[in-house]
Nanobody, 124 residues
Framework: QVQLVESGGGLVQAGGSLRLSCAGS????????MGWFRQAPGKEREFVAA?????????????YYGDSVKGRFTISRDNSKNTVYLQMNSLNVEDTAVYYC????????????WGRGTQVTVSS
């Protein structure tokens, strides 16, 4: 059974930082893209960031970011641990949401695997 388990969410003041982690299990995550999405109350799910498989190196390949987080968030992955990270800096109240980890095979366009999410709350 494939599982993605997020951790690292919590409450932080505006301007602060958090680091989210997502550990995958149940299959190898080589040849996958791994990403983060978020959903705030009353809003649609939003793409945050993604990192492609790098073709065999320990760290990730190409990275992609949503416009609202560019320059503040950094995604990375450790293929040896089947883990993807999201370093979030300069957080603001608009970043408050449930953050979901996801993974897809590179041959597909839809994310096939999803975690249950971790809450991030930014206070003013």
């Amino acid at each position: 059974q494939v599982q993605l388990v997020e951790s690292g969410g919590g409450l932080v003041q505006a301007g602060g930082s958090l680091r989210l982690s997502c550990a995958g299990s149940g299959r190898t995550f080589s040849r996958t893209a791994m990403g983060w999405f978020r959903q705030a109350p009353g809003k649609e799910r939003e793409f945050v960031a993604a990192v492609n498989w790098s073709g065999g190196s320990w760290s990730g390949g190409s990275t992609y970011y949503g416009d609202s987080v560019k320059g503040r968030f950094t995604i990375s992955r450790d293929n040896s641990k089947n883990t993807v990270y999201l370093q979030m800096n300069s957080l603001n109240v608009e970043d408050t949401a449930v953050y979901y980890c996801a993974a897809r095979d590179l041959a597909t366009t839809e994310y096939q695997y999803w975690g249950r999410g971790t809450q991030v709350t930014v206070s003013s």
